[in-house]
């Protein structure tokens, strides 16, 4: 339903010798698949016949590639339409193809970005025709040719580990170092993955930041007090500005010329570090259009008569007169086209919570210090007593729940997508996120073969669940994945599941204070010293802790629950999420959207890292549209969701009739109006989310609008 742009690439460089993704003859029909095992994502390239991969030893492309490959071919086919961008020898741009375009090139030497999944770059001595209907997209050369085709991974890894004593002086030395990973620091960094993962933190008896980390010279300080809560909430600012964090008084941003915006006002400290990031971290994408891919943005040509900015000037401007143009322009004219951001992480000022910093700042979060209120148990057990007074006895728990030691928070609100929480307590709308966790997807290993589901049934009285999510499962054909069914399971059984190599559990069933119930007893997490899934959904009473259990025993996220839920209630959220999940939502995302539909919704809650997928979607974001009848056609707001491959930054181009410019991936932008014939064609073109008169709904599954 979309054309999507990850990122921009601006500095050359050759193949770093990763053997993360690799390329094979396709078995069904003529082609080439690539494969990138620790991210799961496939893309074939089909073409008019057989091919034979070979090695390239030296890949011939301007930008980075993690792999490299050889075939002959007249045509090339993308399953799909993603953005084509055509460079002559030199690198510069000739032409940029989305849906319905037609470009034809004379015989030349070209290099063609693909902008799939994994990223994709072919390049050719011959003539070129580049043409794309609404399914797909095809680029022909004429007559056979050899192609060289390189691909580079999404995936990133944080490349140093920088040792720092707990005095929050050498805490700000390690913060100002995350910028070692910016591989830019002209406006494209606003592009994703032109934005590097931190380096990782520890902490120790002396600060040791290693040789090779060096962080970028923009001549911009943010003076902060040398305290926890000051240096936490300006990490992912300081990052993203290269900027280097230094003892003050009064918290400021100082820069070459005179340059100085106090950072303590009337929206507070917090407040005014947040609007900072998303106005420069704003103006960067709109400034970016000048340069390597000048792309027609909605949200610049929207602002661009309000406000005083000359973009093209601005590109080649140094990072701290942008900085000073940027801020000059008045939050209020722009907030309207900002895109909503992905994420707020409430982190305790504590300091093993350093550790978690460079992962809070690679998702470039909006930082804030808990301000939370203590919800009770029992008002935590509302929405479930409510249900159960409609008449459903059936808990999933396999004992009454106890209460425990557990304690509850409710995060303040916040203008964003999702929220983090890291401090005490079990969070209510939020994600408990772990250091273990993050690590945990630092050292996920490449997998071999099918996306594998498991799922678990382990009360015959459940089997309704059962039945819907193997049907929702591995039902999507471009896809592959293999589903196991386990049903009845002894403790042994159940060990051996969890500790078996899996992609994502589903668990159906009874949980409590001792345990997984089991057809010979409980099996407790605690117990175990490794599992083998990488992320799970444990569908049951009061499974918070057996769910972070699984998490520091090896898995990157789960959704879990904080009480008892009522079985009718479970199997709703269940079928729920196994759909958004099953289309490429990230497990954040997912439950995000789900307990909107559930008064029990507000029981789960996600234990680890909430950005993991499960599944890719179809070139673009996940994505959802809120449809809205009018006497006259329908409005649509369509609503996208970042993940760790598109995340904040990246650009979207929906296919709607004639709607030709590009948005601002995160949430929505517009709001479209559309006809009856133009809505139904829009919602034919893949299966998702709708939500029509507050309920959710599926657009295969509408009956008529």
């Known amino acids: 339903m979309s054309r999507t742009e990850g990122r921009g690439d601006v500095a050359p460089s050759g193949t770093d010798g990763r053997l993360e993704v690799s390329f094979s003859a396709l078995d069904e029909e003529p082609g080439v698949r690539i494969s990138d095992p620790i991210e799961r994502h496939q893309f074939r390239l089909l073409t008019d016949t057989p091919v034979r991969p070979s090695p390239s030893d030296a890949p011939?492309?301007?930008?980075?590639?993690?792999?490299?490959?050889?075939?002959?071919?007249?045509?090339?086919?993308?399953?799909?339409?993603?953005?084509?961008?055509?460079?002559?020898?030199?690198?510069?741009?000739?032409?940029?193809?989305?849906?319905?375009?037609?470009?034809?090139f004379p015989a030349g030497t070209y290099s063609i970005e693909l902008c799939a999944p994994i990223k994709l770059y072919l390049r050719v001595d011959a003539p070129v025709t580049v043409a794309s209907d609404?399914?797909?997209?095809?680029?022909?050369?004429?007559?056979?040719?050899?192609?060289?085709?390189?691909?580079?991974?999404?995936?990133?890894?944080?490349?140093?580990?920088?040792?720092?004593?707990?005095?929050?002086?050498?805490?700000?030395?390690?913060?100002?170092?995350?910028?070692?990973?910016?591989?830019?620091?002209?406006?494209?960094?606003?592009?994703?993955?032109?934005?590097?993962?931190?380096?990782?933190?520890?902490?120790?008896?002396?600060l040791d930041v290693p040789s090779g980390v060096t962080p970028p010279d923009t001549g911009v300080d943010i003076e902060i007090p040398p305290d926890y809560r000051s240096i936490y909430v300006a990490a992912p600012l300081s990052y993203y500005l290269g900027a280097d964090l230094v003892p003050g008084d009064s918290p400021r941003i100082v820069a070459p010329g005179g340059f100085e915006h106090g950072l303590d006002t009337v929206r507070g400290f917090e407040g005014e570090v947040e609007r900072v990031l998303k106005q420069t971290f704003f103006f960067d994408c709109l400034t970016r259009t000048e340069g390597y891919y000048e792309v027609d943005l909605y949200e610049r040509?929207?602002?661009?008569?309000?406000?005083?900015?000359?973009?093209?000037?601005?590109?080649?401007?140094?990072?701290?007169?942008?900085?000073?143009?940027?801020?000059?322009?008045?939050?209020?004219?722009?907030?309207?086209?900002?895109?909503?951001?992905?994420?707020?992480?409430?982190?305790?000022?504590?300091?093993?919570?350093?550790?978690?910093l460079p992962f809070v700042t690679d998702d470039l979060a909006i930082v804030r210090t808990p301000k939370g209120d203590a919800i009770s148990r029992s008002e935590v057990q509302t929405a479930a007593a409510g249900e159960f007074f409609r008449g459903d006895a059936l808990t999933r728990s396999a004992a009454p729940d106890d209460g425990g030691d557990r304690s509850y928070v409710q995060p303040e609100a916040a203008d964003s997508l999702e929220q983090a929480w890291i401090g005490e307590g079990a969070p209510i709308g939020a994600s408990k996120a772990t250091?273990?966790?993050?690590?945990?997807?630092?050292?996920?290993?490449?997998?071999?073969?099918?996306?594998?589901?498991?799922?678990?049934?382990?009360?015959?009285?459940?089997?309704?669940?059962?039945?819907?999510?193997?049907?929702?499962?591995?039902?999507?054909?471009?896809?592959?994945?293999?589903?196991?069914?386990?049903?009845?399971?002894?403790?042994?059984?159940?060990?051996?599941?969890?500790?078996?190599?899996?992609?994502?559990?589903?668990?159906?069933?009874?949980?409590?204070?001792?345990?997984?119930e089991c057809a010979d007893g409980k099996l407790d997490a605690t117990t175990l010293d490794r599992v083998g899934t990488?992320?799970?959904?444990?569908?049951?009473?009061?499974?918070?802790?057996?769910?972070?259990?699984?998490?520091?025993?090896?898995?990157?996220?789960?959704?879990?629950?904080?009480?008892?839920?009522?079985n009718s209630g479970a199997i709703r959220m269940g079928r729920m999420l196994a759909r958004l999940l099953n289309r490429g939502f990230p497990i954040g995302s997912a439950l995000e959207i789900a307990r909107d539909e559930s008064i029990i919704g507000d029981q789960y809650t996600i234990v680890g890292d909430s950005g993991l997928s499960l599944a890719r979607t179809d070139g673009g974001p996940p994505n959802l549209c809120v449809i809205r009848p009018q006497e006259d056609g329908y409005e649509l707001d369509w609503r996208t969701y970042p993940t760790t491959r598109l995340g904040m930054g990246s650009l979207v181009m929906p296919w709607i009739h004639d709607e030709d410019q590009y948005h601002l991936s995160s949430g929505a932008s517009k709001t479209f109006e559309m006809t009856r014939d133009e809505l139904e064609q829009f919602l034919s073109l893949e299966t998702v989310p709708v939500k029509i008169d507050g309920r959710l709904r599926w657009s295969d599954d509408l009956d008529e609008l």
């Open 435 to 516: 250091s273990r966790a993050f690590h945990n997807r630092l050292d996920r290993s490449p997998a071999e073969g099918d996306i594998g589901i498991t799922v678990v049934c382990n009360d015959h009285r459940m089997t309704e669940e059962r039945d819907t999510v193997d049907d929702v499962y591995g039902s999507r054909e471009d896809l592959p994945f293999d589903v196991g069914m386990f049903h009845d399971l002894t403790c042994a059984e159940l060990r051996e599941v969890l500790t078996s190599q899996t992609d994502f559990l589903h668990y159906i069933g009874h949980i409590d204070g001792e345990g997984f």
């Open 301 to 356: 040509n929207e602002i661009e008569d309000a406000v005083d900015v000359d973009f093209d000037a601005l590109y080649g401007w140094p990072l701290a007169e942008q900085l000073r143009t940027y801020l000059d322009v008045p939050f209020s004219a722009i907030e309207p086209y900002l895109p909503e951001w992905k994420l707020t992480t409430h982190v305790s000022p504590t300091q093993e919570n350093v550790e978690l």
């Open 134 to 206: 609404m399914a797909q997209t095809r680029i022909e050369f004429g007559e056979e040719t050899t192609v060289s085709v390189g691909a580079r991974s999404h995936h990133e890894r944080p490349a140093a580990t920088i040792t720092t004593t707990s005095d929050p002086h050498d805490v700000m030395t390690a913060v100002s170092a995350f910028s070692s990973a910016l591989k830019t620091t002209s406006s494209e960094r606003s592009y994703p993955t032109l934005r590097g993962h931190p380096p990782l933190v520890e902490l120790g008896d002396h």
């Open 60 to 104: 011939p492309f301007r930008f980075p590639v993690d792999a490299a490959t050889r075939i002959s071919a007249r045509k090339i086919t993308l399953p799909t339409v993603v953005a084509v961008y055509v460079r002559d020898a030199e690198g510069s741009m000739l032409a940029e193809a989305e849906h319905f375009a037609y470009e034809e």
């Open 534 to 566: 990488d992320a799970f959904l444990l569908n049951a009473c009061q499974s918070y802790e057996q769910g972070a259990a699984l998490v520091e025993a090896g898995a990157i996220a789960g959704i879990v629950t904080l009480t008892d839920v009522l």
